[in-house]
């Protein structure tokens, strides 16, 4: 059974600009939720998905937005850089419940410029 | 990797010994927990998980205890290698909570051969 997939595994971008992730779970899992991983802050909630709808929401501003599809692949957004967005980009999937077995992706490397 | 300037707590042990990581929650609504091990430049993997219910759970040498009393959680390592080398997190979910995972800032564990 494949794992959870993201997409690109690196990036780089200038502050401004937007740039969108991608996360593919593991199959039959229905949620998807992202997670900001940086040295000063560590792991931080940003958001969950279930059945393409947003079911729970971190403290991050507005220009941090995402989707999921009905294949249950998700996308996440970020607009107007900043170069503190500069970050492991961490995608899980579960079953049913952001809470259990979360079961992570390898993550994006964002480097804002 | 991404967690250097988190000054993080380190556990440095001889290959063949056993490893005790530990950790303290501060949330007594908290009912389940996860362990998850982390390599230079990977996502987190899920090592193993344990409900409030139970005060102990054996995998493949892995033992996770948690003790309700005083808030506590800790991964035990039989016979650690070289391959266990990493940062170790425990993650909490809270009761009654939205559903995302808290996690703790984690360990690095160090195998010396």
């Known amino acids: 059974k494949a794992g959870v997939t993201q997409t690109p595994r690196y990036l780089i971008k200038t502050r401004g600009q937007q740039v969108t992730l991608s996360c593919s779970p593991i199959?039959?899992?229905?949620?998807v939720s992202w997670y900001q991983q940086t040295p000063g802050q560590g792991l931080q909630f940003l958001f969950e998905?279930?059945?393409?709808?947003?079911?729970n929401k971190g403290n991050f501003p507005g220009r941090f937005s995402g989707r999921q599809f009905s294949n249950s692949r998700s996308e996440m957004n970020v607009s107007t850089l900043e170069l503190g967005d500069s970050a492991l980009y961490l995608c899980?999937?579960?079953?049913?419940?952001?809470?259990?077995?979360?079961?992570f992706g390898q993550g994006t490397r964002l480097t804002v410029v | 990797g991404e967690n250097v300037g988190l000054h993080l707590p380190t556990l440095s042990v001889q290959e063949g010994d056993n490893s005790i990581i530990n950790c303290a929650y501060s949330?007594?609504?908290?009912?389940?927990f996860i362990w998850y091990k982390q390599e230079s430049g990977k996502g987190p993997q899920f090592i193993i998980d344990?409900?409030?219910?139970?005060d102990k759970r054996q995998g493949q040498r892995v033992t996770v205890l948690l003790n309700k009393t005083v808030k506590h959680l800790s991964l035990q390592i039989a016979a650690t290698q070289p391959g266990d080398s990493a940062v170790y997190f425990c993650?909490?979910?809270?009761?009654?909570?939205?559903?995302?995972?808290?996690f703790g800032k984690g360990t690095k564990l160090s195998v010396k051969p």
């Open positions: 899980a999937s579960s079953l049913v419940r952001s809470n259990t077995e979360a079961f």
């Open positions: 199959s039959g899992h229905r949620s």
């Open positions: 998905y279930f059945s393409e709808t947003q079911r």
């Open positions: 949330n007594s609504a908290s009912d389940y």
């Open positions: 344990i409900r409030s219910n139970m």
């Open positions: 993650a909490e979910n809270i009761r009654g909570s939205q559903g995302n995972l808290i």
